[in-house]
């Protein structure tokens, strides 16, 4: 599985980092989604960015199997 991240859609909500802050992060310019890990492993970290693509507000995030 890899975490695919839109920035062009990405509205900074930060939805994202709360949910899985060891994949995601947000920038320090404007808040937009930063992925720190693409590939995670494991069942908590596949949990957690599937919980994140769903939670997105802005349909920014996507999992490619």
């Known amino acids: ?3 695919v991240a839109d ?3 990405c ?3 930060g939805q994202c980092a709360l949910r899985g802050p060891e994949l995601f992060d947000q920038s320090e310019e404007d808040g937009t989604v930063v992925v720190l890990n ?3 492993e494991g069942e ?3 949990k957690r960015a599937r919980e ?3 939670l ?3 349909g920014a995030l996507s999992l490619a199997e």
């Open 1 to 3: 599985m890899k975490i």
């Open 7 to 9: 920035t062009g859609k």
């Open 11 to 13: 509205v900074g909500a």
């Open 38 to 40: 693409s590939e995670p």
């Open 44 to 46: 908590l970290l596949t």
């Open 52 to 54: 994140a693509v769903h």
């Open 56 to 58: 997105c507000p802005s």
